[in-house]
């Protein structure tokens, strides 16, 4: 995966991933399905210390949701919430979020 091979290669290359290289991945893993991985490289980030955004959130949040992974999906709303941060209301996929809790509380 290219993902995958990016991850590996930053050191090799001296690069010291920051939040925007989170983010292009998480944005990665999250739009192929593979919200997993995005959940394991959100807690990797925060791990380095790097403060999530409302953007990285809403990425992971919207692929939980398309994943069908409800319970991942409100811990980070829940986190968004303790944090202080929002989703603009135009974020349509909350509705769609809230349609798959009642269909699939995976």
């Given at each position: 995966?290219?993902?995958?091979?990016?991850?590996e290669?930053y050191?090799?290359?001296?690069?010291?991933?920051?939040?925007?290289?989170y983010?292009?991945?998480i944005?990665?893993?999250?739009?192929?399905?593979?919200?997993?991985?995005?959940?394991?490289?959100?807690n990797i980030?925060?791990?380095?210390?790097i403060?999530?955004?409302?953007q990285?959130?809403?990425?992971?949040?919207?692929?939980c949701?398309?994943?069908?992974y409800?319970?991942?999906?409100?811990?980070?709303l829940?986190?968004m919430?303790?944090?202080?941060?929002?989703?603009?209301?135009?974020?349509?996929?909350?509705?769609?979020?809230?349609?798959?809790?009642?269909?699939?509380?995976?």
């Open positions: 995966n290219r993902a995958n091979l990016l991850r290669q050191p090799q290359y001296g690069v010291v991933p920051n939040k925007d290289t983010k292009s991945l944005k990665m893993y999250a739009r192929s399905m593979k919200i997993e991985r995005a959940l394991d490289l959100f980030m925060k791990q380095q210390h403060t999530p955004d409302v990285t959130y809403a990425m992971l949040i919207e692929g949701t398309k994943s069908y409800v319970s991942s999906g409100m811990r980070l829940r986190e919430k303790e944090k202080g941060l929002t989703l603009r209301p135009h974020y349509h996929f909350i509705l769609n979020f809230r349609r798959n809790l009642s269909n699939n509380p995976h």
